[in-house]
C-alpha cells in the first residue's frame, strides 16, 4: 500500500495501533481564574435583541463560514453550475434547506403558486392539470430522504483533489419531504389506459428553461417516489424547486425535478440529454453504463476532514461522518486510522432510515501520532462499500458519476487534514 501525494506512509504506522489507557477529560477544572467565570459579562449586563428584531432568523453571525460554495473552476457559468452543503460543520442528519447543496441546469427560477400547474398525460384514462391547492386536497406523507447528485465525489475519479468534506461529497442534502405518493396521482388520471404497467415509463420534466426531462421506470413512480412540496416542515426554497419537486428516493439527484410541470405516462423511455449523453458512466471500452439510477452505499468522514481539523491535543475525540444507501437502511459503518488495514466499528447515531443519511461516530482517543481516516459503509443488501481501487477496476478512469469509493484523509501529528489517496 503506498499514498499519493508527498505524505509517506511510515509516518503514521506507529501511531496506528489502538489506543488504549486513561483518558484526559476535556474540561479544566471548575476552580481555575478564567476570567469568563469570574467576571460579570456584557452580555449578562445589558439586555438582548427583542422579539419583533428577527421574524425569519438567520444562523448566528459566528457561524457566517457555515455556507454552500461553489469552485470556480468547475463550470463554465454559476447559472448551469453547482455548491456544495457544507457538511463537514453540520452534524445530526437533517440539512438545513439554507445551506443545502442547489444544483441547476438554467438557473433556479421563481415561480408563484398561483401560476403553479402540474400536468399528466399520455397513457392515462383521463389527462388532468393540477393547480397548487389541487395537490394539498390529496392524503399526504413525510418522509426523510437524502439526494445525491450522481456527480457527488466526481472530480475524484483521476486522484485526491479537493480539500474538504464539503467539496469531495456536499453535493448532498437529506430533508423531511411532505408531499403526495405519486401514485396517488397516478391513479387519479387513471392507468388502465396503460394496459400492462410492467413495461411503462414516466416521463417527468420541470418548468425551467432546461427542463431536466428523465424516463423513470412505472414500477419506482407507483413504489415510493413522492410530488412534494414542504422540505423540512415549511416551503421548498427557490432553488429547491418551489413551489413543487419530485422526489424520488435513494435514486440520482438528477431524477428529482425541480418546479416539476408534466407527467408524461409512455411506454417508452425518452432517452432525453440527461439520460444519455450526460448521467451514464464510460467504461475504458468506451461502452456506457446506462440507467445507472440508484446511489450505491456511501460514506464520509466529515470530522477531521480538511476544513475541520484536530484542534486539540491527545486524548478525547470524537470520529464522525455520515453514511447513505439508495438500497435502503445503512446497517454498519468501520472506521480505520491505518488506511484500511484495521477497522473498528463505529457507532450509529440512531438506526438507519431507509434511503435517509446515517450520522456515525467513533467515541475514541487520539494518542497524537498521524493517521489515514477511512470510513466504510454497509447497508441492508450486505453491500461494502468499494475501495477507490476496486471501483476503478470495475469502471476503469472514465467516470465521473456515482463514484461512492472509501474516502482518505490523512491526519498530521498537528491534527492538519489533508485529501489523499492510498493504493
Ligand atoms: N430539476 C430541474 N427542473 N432543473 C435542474 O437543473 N437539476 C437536477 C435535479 N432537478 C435540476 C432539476 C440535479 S442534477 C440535481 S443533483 C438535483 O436537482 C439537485 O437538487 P437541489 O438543487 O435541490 O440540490
Ligand atoms: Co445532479
Request: net charge negative.
Amino acid at each position: 500500500m503506498g499514498i499519493k501525494k508527498e505524505t509517506s506512509r511510515r509516518n503514521f504506522l506507529k501511531g496506528s495501533v489502538a489506543i488504549a489507557g486513561a483518558s484526559v477529560a476535556g474540561a479544566a477544572s471548575a476552580n481555575s481564574a478564567d476570567p469568563l467565570i469570574t467576571d460579570v459579562q456584557d452580555w449578562a449586563s445589558i439586555t438582548g435583541v427583542g422579539v419583533d428584531e428577527t421574524p425569519y432568523g438567520l444562523p448566528i453571525s459566528f457561524e457566517k463560514d457555515v455556507v454552500r460554495r461553489n469552485v470556480e473552476w468547475l463550470t463554465a457559468s454559476p447559472i448551469s453550475s453547482i455548491n456544495f452543503t457544507p457538511i463537514h460543520a453540520l452534524d445530526g442528519t437533517i440539512t438545513p434547506q439554507g445551506c443545502a447543496f442547489e444544483r441547476h441546469h438554467s438557473g433556479a427560477i421563481e415561480l408563484r403558486k398561483e401560476d403553479y400547474r402540474l400536468m399528466i398525460n399520455g397513457l392515462v384514462d383521463k389527462p388532468l392539470i393540477f393547480t397548487y391547492s389541487d395537490l394539498e386536497r390529496f392524503p399526504r406523507e413525510n418522509h426523510v430522504y437524502f439526494c445525491e447528485c450522481a456527480a457527488n465525489t466526481g472530480m475524484e475519479w483521476a486522484g485526491a483533489q479537493l480539500n474538504g468534506a464539503q467539496f469531495t461529497h456536499g453535493m448532498i442534502h437529506n430533508m423531511e419531504y411532505t408531499g403526495v405518493p405519486l401514485r396517488t396521482l397516478l391513479n387519479e388520471a387513471g392507468l388502465s389506459a396503460a394496459g400492462d404497467l410492467k413495461d411503462k415509463w414516466v416521463y417527468v420534466e420541470g418548468a425551467d428553461a432546461s427542463s431536466n426531462g428523465r424516463s423513470i421506470p412505472m414500477e419506482k413512480a407507483l413504489d415510493d417516489v413522492l410530488v412534494a412540496f414542504k422540505a423540512n416542515g415549511e416551503a421548498l426554497r427557490m432553488e429547491h424547486g418551489y413551489p413543487v419537486r419530485l422526489v424520488v428516493p435513494g435514486w440520482e439527484g438528477n431524477m428529482w425535478v425541480k418546479w416539476l410541470r408534466r407527467i408524461e405516462v409512455s411506454d417508452a423511455a425518452v432517452e432525453s440529454r440527461e439520460e444519455t449523453s450526460k448521467y451514464t458512466d464510460v467504461y475504458e471500452d468506451g461502452t456506457a453504463r446506462k440507467w445507472t439510477w440508484v446511489m450505491d452505499a456511501k460514506s464520509v468522514i466529515t470530522s477531521p476532514s480538511p476544513q475541520m481539523p484536530i484542534n486539540h491535543s491527545k486524548g478525547p475525540m470524537v470520529i464522525s461522518g455520515l453514511a447513505w444507501s439508495g438500497h435502503g437502511k445503512i446497517t454498519r459503518v468501520d472506521v480505520s486510522r491505518d488506511g484500511g488495514i484495521t477497522w473498528e466499528t463505529a457507532r450509529l447515531g440512531k438506526q438507519g432510515d431507509t434511503k435517509a443519511l446515517t450520522r456515525f461516530y467513533l467515541d475514541t482517543e487520539w494518542d497524537g501520532n498521524a493517521m489515514l481516516l477511512q470510513s466504510r459503509a454497509m447497508d441492508e443488501t450486505g453491500y461494502v462499500q468499494p475501495t477507490k481501487q476496486q471501483l476503478r477496476e470495475m469502471r476503469g478512469e472514465n467516470s465521473v458519476y456515482h463514484n461512492n469509493c472509501i474516502q482518505t484523509w490523512f491526519v498530521d501529528e498537528n491534527g492538519v487534514v489533508e485529501n489523499v489517496e492510498v493504493s
